[in-house]
């Protein structure tokens, strides 16, 4: 009834991927399992886009109107995917750290641009659905990660992480483009 528990070290000659784990509290307990098994280096690249995104967001909280969102959204998709697509051939661990930071902070700022154009635009009637629609892509994460998975098995995972951030940065450099191209016939 309460939390139950099981853990085993992967036997000599297996790989950690091999380590059995359950528990009620899975979350907490496999947090500690793994930082306790991480290296240092390994922390370091888990924090980098967290730190990215603090020192954005101060950035961000400082500046209350900004001029051009939408120039400023298309730039961070950009350099989001470029910074993507550096660090899966980077084979430097201190530029890995520092492209991570980037990404962070392209995440982050891409959210509130994102949703700041939204609410400025949007009629408030709309408001509420608008949002709700905006925070559909964080279902499309996952759906990302299962794809992006399934060709890493196929292929070397930098190949399909450097082939994503390739995707990705057209997508976001072209799509603006081609909405205006519309919107002008």
């Given at each position: 009834?309460?939390?139950?528990?099981?853990?085993?070290?992967?036997?000599?000659?297996?790989?950690?991927?091999?380590?059995?784990?359950?528990?009620?509290?899975?979350?907490?307990?496999?947090?500690?399992?793994?930082?306790?098994?991480?290296?240092r280096c390994q922390c370091l690249l888990v924090s980098a886009p967290g730190f990215g995104?603090?020192?954005?967001?101060?950035?961000?909280?400082?500046?209350?109107?900004?001029?051009?969102?939408?120039?400023?959204?298309?730039?961070?998709?950009?350099?989001?995917?470029?910074?993507?697509?550096?660090?899966?051939?980077?084979?430097?661990?201190?530029?890995?750290?520092?492209?991570?930071?980037?990404?962070?902070?392209?995440?982050?700022?891409?959210?509130?641009l994102a949703r700041a154009i939204i609410q400025e635009e949007c009629p408030d009637y709309?408001?509420?659905?608008?949002?709700?629609?905006?925070?559909?892509?964080?279902?499309?994460?996952?759906?990302?990660?299962?794809?992006?998975?399934?060709?890493?098995?196929?292929?070397?995972?930098?190949?399909?992480?450097?082939?994503?951030?390739?995707?990705?940065?057209?997508?976001?450099?072209?799509?603006?483009?081609?909405?205006?191209?519309?919107?002008?016939?």
């Amino acid at each position: 009834m309460g939390n139950h528990s099981s853990y085993s070290d992967p036997v000599e000659g297996e790989d950690a991927s091999s380590i059995t784990f359950s528990d009620n509290c899975t979350n907490l307990t496999l947090l500690t399992v793994l930082s306790s098994d991480m290296s240092r280096c390994q922390c370091l690249l888990v924090s980098a886009p967290g730190f990215g995104a603090e020192a954005i967001s101060f950035f961000l909280s400082t500046h209350t109107r900004l001029k051009g969102m939408r120039r400023l959204l298309v730039a961070a998709s950009v350099i989001y995917a470029s910074a993507i697509f550096l660090f899966a051939i980077s084979p430097f661990m201190i530029l890995s750290v520092i492209l991570l930071a980037v990404v962070g902070s392209m995440q982050m700022s891409y959210r509130v641009l994102a949703r700041a154009i939204i609410q400025e635009e949007c009629p408030d009637y709309l408001l509420g659905r608008a949002m709700s629609l905006f925070f559909l892509d964080r279902g499309f994460g996952s759906l990302g990660a299962v794809v992006l998975g399934s060709i890493g098995a196929i292929v070397p995972v930098p190949v399909a992480v450097a082939g994503s951030a390739l995707l990705c940065g057209l997508v976001s450099w072209l799509l603006p483009r081609t909405a205006v191209s519309r919107a002008s016939l």
